[in-house]
């Protein structure tokens, strides 16, 4: 289109100065969805005083995998009170699932909160310090429980802008069930979770102190590592520490296996692949002039890549085997538990951006590298395809800093803020894809 009054240069410059500021921005989004953004952050500003309340009442009474009884009925009151669809309780143990149905049709998705805290003693002086001794929300499950609550109670009154259904997942023990019990994202799958309806997706976070408040990360492809636990049993012969020659030392050959296992890491697997070998604990023999007939060793392996983990599980038991032939012991190796990779659907990252973006803002959506910790989040990925990103908690300035699954770990409550604009809005987003596919 050609200008042609003499209000053309200034039209033009104007129109230019639009254009630039356009471009500093992430695109704006079209009429209602603007209007739905605002209204989201007006609720979940509104809602500040609540959710550090909520969070402080989690983070005072934390409660260890698989004994989140109290929390578990609190999470339930609170979403029956929000008029929730349906709310089950005792699914996977302490799990919780929630439905929110929309006004309008569409399809299904998936937001996950674990609900489990550490057995470690809180160090940190504040007025929320937990008060179940020896136990402590250390890995922020208080903030993920408290930014799906919230998430949940601003779209509760937004069910004439939802276009399908939104599924509440709280689930228990993601650190671990204690040992001979099921448990965390496995147990609440085969109870049917995921199923009754189906979601075509599945989003979770999770805090990260050393990415500051406001930001965002995220990693497309591989998140976060798999993680394998292992425990090993080193077989030899008892007998008199004075005539080691007539026995099997065990406490010999277990330190050989240990050096060997390293040379998993550093001479056999190709060094630009990520990959953990630690073994954790080591016990065996009983007194100081017995030759020691049996050694334990714990630990547990980390890889990015599914390859790398077949190979690593292969080569360990090829080198018990050969360290612990050359001295006539014998071995055992068992996988106690695994969990998968956190593996981050890139499709579904690349459509999910753009929302991130517009929220937090261009340059605090970062992409750091993926984490060698594990989340069994990863379990839900092997049935649909998910989302799992990480919620900036620190602040340098204030002195948050330090790290989850320590005693000193603390959160930044503004996060609790960003946390449900970003989620509230992302399964929005992700809702009316799937509607305008259809
Ligand atoms: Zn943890
Ligand atoms: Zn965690």
Known sequence: MMLRSNLALPLALFLAALAADALTKSPAPVGASASREEEIARAAESLRA?????????????????????????????????????????VGKYGVVALLKGSQP??????????????????????????????????????????????????????????????FIFQPAEEGAPRGERGGAKFMIEEGCLENPRPSAIF?????????????????????ASSDRFSITVRGKKVHGAYPHDGIDTVVVAAECVTALQTIRSRRINTQEPLVITL????????????????????????????????????????????TSAYGASYEIEFVSNTPM???????????????????????????????????????????????????????????????HTPEFD????????????????LLDYLDREASRK
């Open 204 to 224: 979770g976070l999770h805090v990260m102190p050393n990415i500051e408040v406001g930001q965002i990360g995220y990693n497309s492809g591989p998140a976060m």
């Open 50 to 90: 609540k959710l550090i309340e909520t969070r402080r009442d989690f983070h005072m009474r934390p409660e260890l995998s698989n004994r989140e009884e109290r929390t578990s009925r609190v999470i339930a009151e609170k979403l029956r009170a929000l008029g929730l669809d349906e709310v089950k309780t005792g």
């Open 280 to 323: 954790g604990s080591i016990h065996g023999g009983n007194r100081f002039n017995i030759i020691a007939d049996e050694v334990k060793l714990e630990g547990t392996m980390r890889t990015l890549n599914e390859e790398v983990r077949a190979k690593a599980i292969e080569m360990m038991k090829q080198t018990l085997a050969g360290v």
């Open 342 to 404: 956190t593996y981050n659907d890139p499709a579904l990252v690349e459509a999910t951006l753009p929302m991130m973006r517009r929220i937090a803002g261009d340059k605090n959506v970062i992409s750091p590298r993926p984490q060698m910790g594990a989340e069994d989040f990863s379990l839900y990925q092997k049935v649909i395809p998910g989302f799992f990103y990480f919620l900036g908690v620190g602040n340098k300035a204030k002195g948050i800093t330090a790290m989850i």
């Open 106 to 167: 569409g399809g299904v998705v998936a937001v996950r909160a674990d609900m489990d805290a550490l057995p470690i003693q809180e160090t940190i002086n504040v007025a929320y310090k937990s008060r179940n001794d020896g136990v402590k929300h250390a890995c922020g499950h208080d903030a993920h429980m408290t930014i799906e609550l919230g998430v949940a109670e601003v779209l509760s009154k937004m069910r004439d802008q939802i276009r399908g259904s939104i599924k």
């Open 411 to 426: 959160i930044d409550e503004e996060s609790l803020i960003v946390g449900v604009k970003v989620m509230s809005n992302v």
